[in-house]
DNA sequence: CGCCGCCTTGAGCTGGCTCAATCTGCGTGG
DNA sequence: CCACGCAGATTGAGCCAGCTCAAGGCGGCG
């Protein structure tokens, strides 16, 4: 349905910024193809990644909405993204199933921030990173990326740690403890759950968070 | 305007949960009086508190258009809340200014979750503490119960630490330096900051992610 | 007066952080 | 085809802050 809709797009290089912090655009971005974070930056330098964004997703209805973008979106895969314009987005509002699966991704997405909050509060760092993984998986096999216990990491392990509020070397010293105890094996980017169930246990994850549907409207 | 369609309402004690997690109600709860705070339990017995609810907050659109609540409400304070029915939603959001104005306020609520994620992960615990501290002096000015430079925290430090990532000692010991830091001053609940811009400027607290804008929909 | 929730303090442990070096895989230019 | 450079992964040493455990202290309320 979108394709119907989408005049322009663009596409970026893996690392570059398709919005930056502070600006108010007056297109939406979605992305079509490709891995994007929502992250802050410090003062000091520090950063924080507060949102992963998969294919499917809408970038910033939110800096339409509101006056200006408080956070920014990088792509760290190559992206395809599409602009929507305001006359887009009107159309897409104004039938009310579509407003309301709009409505619904968002209320999503505040979910998952708070149990990404669940996350850097309350568990060990192993769990952290234990739960950033099942809910990659997961998220990704609904975008039909991921098999039923794999899937391609597209994350440094330094974003990894801006992810779950540890350092590198922490999360590097977590992913060794989770391959010692069998609950993942990873050779470079790719990802192996040689037992899914037994690493949610581990992580404590329950995708109930995630809130999938079955009627769940396709952004395609 | 809420008055004229409001039916029922029901007045809560301190402690008592206005909505459980895994509730699917039918009403929509929205906070007329008293504080409130959101939180999920996790397996170990550990909290997360993942939101404060000021008068005029929803509780749970949330629980409403999803399936169930994934985390629960309870109430800090004697709350006095009312109960909208599906119909009552119905005809809020018929109106295209209310129906922007609730999606607003729910965008406002991911901005605020964003910005407790970098708050957990990326800064000192004194840092945690007082951007807290200032965010609460800011939006307990906006409904009215807070004056230039004090306010009254209706938190325990230990739902404190439960909201910032930290233990109860820990957030003693970081009261306890900001208090020698002379940037709050305190006696017993009630906290005064002699020099606002001064706790701000070491909490790194810019209020941009709260969004308060002069033409904001009243829910009173 | 005694109870109870909450705040405060102390001692000691440990795990996460910092700093820093090394290794590895991969793409580039010669 | 190979040397080089770079980004990211890995490892080690040592510090120290936040945690745990535990013991008071304090104030409000029945």
Redesign the interface.
Do not use: C, T
């Given at each position: 349905m979108l394709h119907a809709v989408v005049g322009r797009g663009q596409s970026l290089k893996a690392g570059e910024d398709i919005v930056r912090e502070g600006d108010h655009t007056d297109v939406v971005h979605v992305i079509l193809e490709g891995h994007g974070f929502?992250y802050?930056t410090?003062?000091d330098g520090?950063?924080?990644i507060?949102?992963y964004l998969v294919p499917g997703d809408f970038c910033d209805?939110?800096g339409f909405?509101?006056?200006?973008m408080?956070?920014g979106i990088a792509a760290r895969t190559h992206c395809q993204v599409a602009e929507l314009t305001e006359d887009h987005i009107l159309m897409l509002t104004s039938r009310p199933s579509l407003a309301?699966a709009l409505?619904?991704s968002?209320?999503?997405?505040?979910?998952i921030?708070?149990?990404?909050?669940?996350n850097?509060?309350?568990?060990t760092p192993s769990a952290r990173v234990a739960h950033i993984l099942c809910e990659l998986l997961v998220r990704l096999q609904v975008v039909g990326q991921a098999s039923a216990d794999s899937f391609r990491l597209e994350l440094s392990q330094s974003e990894l740690g801006?992810t779950?509020?540890l350092t590198t070397v922490s999360v590097n010293r977590a992913l060794q403890r989770l391959r010692g105890a069998n609950l993942i094996q990873s050779s470079g980017r790719e990802i192996v759950i040689p037992d899914v169930a037994a690493l949610k246990a581990f992580a404590?994850f329950d995708p109930?968070?995630l809130?999938f549907?079955q009627d769940r409207e396709d952004h395609s």
């Open positions: 929502r802050k410090l003062p520090k950063r924080q507060i949102g209805l939110y909405l509101l006056d200006k408080d956070h309301r409505w619904w968002e209320l999503v997405n505040a979910s921030l708070r149990e990404w909050l669940v850097m509060g309350r568990r801006d779950v509020g404590d109930g968070y809130h549907r």
